[in-house]
């Protein structure tokens, strides 16, 4: 009797087992996942969002590559579950900013005459039994995913490959937003609500300048846009990328407010041009540096324009640059971003597990009012290298603010808050390599 | 009988009514407060701690200076009862940066040879039917303080003047520290600590030089220290203007942590001056500009020591200006801060209401561990004018790092949160005149 009880309970076992395999698609499944590019505040929720998603899914590993594809050549390779060990961990991982897996910004290089780097790549991947290949990234980070597409489907490897969106730029084409991109817009618009009621502090005239990240896009420049409401002035003027900058007329545009106004603020994107196509800072006689890749320091835009308002109208100015702060103020995150960046991750899994490659996460607004937003799938090769740009329409005529349509369009997505675990007075973070990254 | 219990009622009541006024000092009292010099995170929970305080000890009318002791002058006065109105004004004024009132940088002349202006200010608050005058500010707002007493005395006026201290220098004498001051140090170590994880993002070296303010005591710049803990690597070198700075060995220092380290990060106090009393941004060939009272701009301290270590070791830096948000990121105040500011105010006006003039609102700190602090009364004379230092013993020998008694003596300080009211996605703030200052 004993004996047909532990028979039975052994049937049964195995047919749950079978269902279990049944619902992880039949067979045993690692993945892996990379970010690249620069962080955003919630880059790490994407991270989150296919670790959970998939562990929930049945994958046996969940690798992560330490430094993106860089450090998948390298096997700097880390298994995850090792590192994100409960709830807490999960809950950390989503308020610490920087990629926990830490980032690169390797580009692969054209297929063809470097055969010899795709095959090192999958032949990792085939070494680790990789089922599925997820990055978090923008479109730089969509070149990878669209070339190892391109190669697996050359040598008929059947590893899925999946991009998943992050950039604070927002500049990503057919996806409504990115995620990241709302955070670092509540961070920019706290901020900027602050430096208003700060600048009139004072019973004298002052300009402050406030520079905002975006070579190309405005969209994180538009977002100071947002500070005006029942209990903010607002900025006076917003410039963005998108309209040939002229200093002429701005110093005149300054000096019109400053006949009206005690406090003038002023937003301008670090990528503002003049006619000629030379960044505005660039017209500075100072020379600031060049980083490791040869890109110009672009800071110092604010401080020259804040100089010239000076230098015209003798008044007291201020030049404020939010630097690499919008990218990593992890202490105010959107929730909705925080959770829509969760379920790109998730979505990537689950399109993956589905037996999809070759696709981008995208978000599409499904409502207006009251905003609902779902995810969905695009093909790689639409998003790999294009930059979405601010559309004109939104832009005032005269090129100096924004439009309520563009407001309307970004107010959704700086909507709720996650509070910090804040321990000892700060906000709590977790690390992949306690102290080993940094003597 | 019923004409009896209404006699009874009326004795009864009229009773009461000594009572209260007996609380009240027996007689009337109107007040006055003003804000002055430059605000802090907290600089508004100080006037709500007058306020609340002046109105629950049966104060008649909280009058408000705008613009400080020179909006006075102007006659520039707000009953504050009439801007103030219920618990939600009063908890987003808790909340709101900026100074409420607005501030001045105006000093009051010497008595001698300059009675006029004295007498003028006497006659407007003779007029105003004054009881108490409260001034929140740091050391030279004291002096006002100190000169308005030394005048009353002379002249013989039973007018009250309390000096309420804030400063985010945190560089007042005689108190343990300065409200204003924890949460400026609570938000500069979370930034830092956002800056540290930042900077370690990509897997080559980076130099990342945070410039903090304090143009001679380094209290602020010591608040980098507190990122260092459990989940996080901490700043590498913390130089303040208590030290001589010596660029030539700042750049070796930075080469050898190099070579141990992928991401160095350095905290710097924009005061920092080289041996010949140069400050070490003047050391630029670069002409930034003069405010309208003379100051040479200092930002730029971190710009130049940026490009210093890019010239020799040819890496990528960053150069961060943690700008005027240290005054006014009134999204990350330490409750604790809140707090004793609300509780500076209110001490205030105890020791005025108890007939005491000439005196400052300080703070002791009555036990180390757990923390604990009370107010206490202070004269004016031993704080107006004077600057608090970080003391020498508090700070390595190498002057490149501060010693744990420094973190111990800031840690309680930032120890806490209060939320911001967040609306439609934002911190919602109170200004004094809705539109009216700005078109």
Redesign the interface.
């Known amino acids: 009797m004993l004996l047909l009880f532990v028979k039975l309970c052994i049937i049964i076992e195995t047919a749950a087992l079978g269902a279990a395999k049944k619902f992880r698609g039949n067979k045993m499944k690692n993945v892996i996942v990379g970010q690249s590019g620069?962080?955003t505040s919630v880059i790490n929720s994407s991270l989150l969002g296919v670790f959970k998603t998939a562990k929930d899914r049945g994958a046996d590993t969940v690798y992560g590559m330490v430094?993106g594809i860089?450090?998948l050549l390298d096997g700097d390779i880390v298994d995850l579950s090792a590192r994100i060990k409960n709830d807490l961990d999960m809950d950390l991982l989503k308020r610490?900013?920087?990629?926990f897996l830490?980032?690169?910004?390797y580009k692969l290089p054209d297929i063809k005459g470097n055969e010899d780097t795709y095959d090192k790549i999958f032949a990792i991947l085939k070494k680790l039994e990789i089922y599925a290949f997820f990055y978090i990234g923008g479109n730089d980070s969509m070149d990878t995913i669209m070339r190892l597409t391109d190669y697996a489907e050359k040598i008929k490897s059947p590893i899925k490959f999946i991009g998943v969106p992050k950039t604070i730029d927002n500049d990503l084409a057919v996806t409504d937003h990115t995620p990241g991109y709302g955070s670092a817009a509540?961070y920019i618009?706290?901020?900027t609500?602050?430096?208003i009621?700060?600048g009139?502090?004072?019973?004298?005239p002052v300009v402050s300048v406030v520079e905002v990240m975006g070579r190309n896009a405005g969209w994180l420049t538009a977002a100071c846009a947002?500070?005006k409401?029942e209990?903010?002035?607002g900025v006076d003027l917003i410039y963005l990328p998108e309209v040939t900058f002229d200093v002429d007329k701005f110093v005149k545009d300054v000096g019109k407010l400053l006949k009206?106004?005690?406090?003038v603020v002023i937003a301008v994107s670090e990528g503002v041009k003049v006619a000629d196509g030379r960044y505005v800072c660039e017209l500075s006689d100072?020379v600031?540096?060049v980083?490791?890749f040869g890109h110009k320091q672009l800071?110092g835009t604010a401080?020259y324009l804040?100089?010239k308002v000076?230098?015209k109208y003798?008044?007291?100015?201020?030049?404020?640059?939010l630097?690499?702060?919008q990218?990593?103020?992890?202490?105010?995150q959107?929730r909705i971003d925080v959770t829509e960046a969760f379920n790109c991750g998730g979505a990537g899994v689950k399109a993956a597990f589905e037996g999809k490659s070759g696709k981008v996460i995208t978000l599409k607004r499904v409502s207006e009012d009251p905003y609902m937003c779902i995810t969905e799938e695009a093909d790689v090769h639409l998003i790999a290298n294009v930059e979405k740009k601010v559309p004109r329409e939104w832009i005032t005529d005269d090129g100096t603010n924004v439009k309520p349509e563009l407001v309307h369009y970004i107010?959704p997505l700086?909507?709720?808050?996650i509070?910090p675990l804040?321990i000892?007075?700060?906000?709590?973070?977790?690390?992949l390599h306690?102290?080993s990254?940094?003597?």
């Not at 990218?327 to 105010?332: F, L």
């Not at 000892?424 to 690390?431: E, F, Q, V, W």
């Open positions: 620069g962080p430094h860089k450090g610490t900013p920087s990629s830490g980032s690169c910004r509540k618009a706290t901020t609500k602050e430096i009621r700060d009139l502090v004072y019973d004298y947002l500070a409401g209990d903010c002035e009206e106004e005690r406090s100072h600031d540096y980083d490791a800071a401080r804040a100089g000076a230098e003798g008044v007291k100015t201020r030049a404020i640059e630097s690499s702060l990218r990593c103020a992890a202490h105010i959107a107010l700086i909507q709720a808050e509070t804040w000892n007075g700060l906000p709590r973070h977790i690390r306690a102290n990254l940094k003597k």
